[in-house]
């Protein structure tokens, strides 16, 4: 006899493959700005030229200063927080209440039970034309993609997965987009939290020591190319690192603007099920562009990330490595293609993926090389 928990989602399992988006097309508040560009990169400590030399995207190929590849599934394509006209979006007092989130209204055309918990578990993207400063995204379709009733630790619910397209300002297509989440009735909160082991406690002045490799200035020479013919199957994508603090966690939600309480407050963070206050999902694509960039170079190209799932969740207190491999090499209509595994390390293991990244590499002998 099926549980009854699982037959609430009988009505999503039914509805999977219909679009949910009403037609709605929802354009981003602003302008992709060079500013907002700037403040992206930086707790990323990205420093590729692409995204702040306009000669250099330029000499690249690009319109312009390029917007990170990263921020397409939300950042640069998101709405207002609140714009002249609404109601207030902190209608209580209480120091811990939450925003009112326009966002969260779009969701709730799905025909899945109201769930008082979710989080972001992977995203899948295939990008298109590239986002420059100068742009205005604009978001459609609600395609539900698939629906997997589970038990976890942390809940019962399911794993949700939608599908959406990005188009820029002239009609062209920016990415489509697979968001997946899960959403969960959270088991008693007390059986997650208490000690160290479960994820970020401990000693606080242990927790604040850098790891030496973390600490270290890029040192990437990006005036060097690497090139198709440069590549096997088998090579390594170098590691990069970073310390993850409650101060770079609101850096980073200052620039992508994810201001979920899972991210900055542990009470929220330990009741929702996680043992801490964690990266979010945009940052998390921000490691993988880092290091999937830093190995193809300016004149690289992406063409498709994930599935990326977060498997752990990546919390403060620890060090973060991303890494990969070449698992693929071919040539596709006059383009070298590589395949890379990616993954996020961190002490209590593999977080994020294995998943793959595919990218482009310029040929030897074609245009500028």
């Not at 560009?37 to 990205?46: D, Q, W």
């Not at 990008?127 to 038990?151: A, F, I, M, Q």
Request: charged share 25%; aromatic share 8%.
């Amino acid at each position: 006899m099926t549980e009854s928990w699982v037959a609430e989602w009988d009505g999503a399992l039914a509805a999977v493959g219909r679009d949910f988006s009403g037609g709605e097309r929802h354009v981003a508040a602003d302008e992709v700005e060079r500013g907002a560009v700037r403040r992206y990169c930086e707790p990323l400590e990205f420093d590729c030229p692409l995204h702040h030399d306009a000669s250099a995207a330029l000499a690249a190929g690009y319109r312009g200063i390029v917007a990170p590849v990263s921020g397409i599934s939300s950042r640069w394509s998101r709405g207002a927080l609140w714009e002249p006209g609404m109601p207030t979006r902190y209608p209580s007092a209480d120091r811990d209440a939450d925003m009112i989130r326009s966002a969260e209204a779009r969701m709730t055309r799905l025909p899945v039970p109201r769930m008082p918990r979710t989080f972001a578990t992977d995203v899948e993207i295939e990008y298109g034309e590239p986002v420059c400063v100068g742009d205005r995204l604009t978001t459609s379709g609600l395609r539900l993609v698939s629906v997997v009733p589970k038990e976890t630790r942390v809940g019962r619910g399911a794993f949700v997965t939608t599908e959406s397209s990005i188009h820029n300002q002239r009609g062209e297509l920016v990415a489509t987009v697979r968001h997946g989440g899960f959403q969960y009735r959270p088991r008693p909160f007390e059986t997650q939290a208490g000690s160290a082991s479960a994820g970020g406690g401990g000693d606080g002045a242990q927790r604040n020591q850098p790891a030496p490799e973390a600490a270290r200035a890029p040192s990437v020479d990006w005036s060097q190319q690497r090139f198709f013919e440069d590549v096997a199957v088998g090579d390594e994508v170098p590691p990069v690192s970073l310390n993850v603090t409650i101060t770079r966690l609101v850096v980073e939600a200052g620039a992508n603007l994810d201001f979920s309480q899972v991210h900055h407050h542990e009470g929220v963070a330990r009741v929702s099920g996680a043992p801490d206050v964690y990266a979010n999902n945009i940052f998390v694509q921000g490691w993988w562009e880092r290091a999937v960039r830093e190995f193809i170079g300016i004149r690289g190209h992406f063409k498709r990330t994930g599935p990326l799932r977060m498997r752990i969740f990546n919390t403060v207190g620890d060090t973060v490595t991303t890494k990969g491999v070449v698992t693929r090499a071919w040539r596709e209509a006059g383009e070298g293609l590589l395949e890379l595994e990616m993954r996020t390390e961190m002490s209590r293991g593999v977080s994020v993926g294995p998943g793959p990244v595919i990218v482009s590499l310029p040929l030897r002998g074609s245009a500028g090389a």
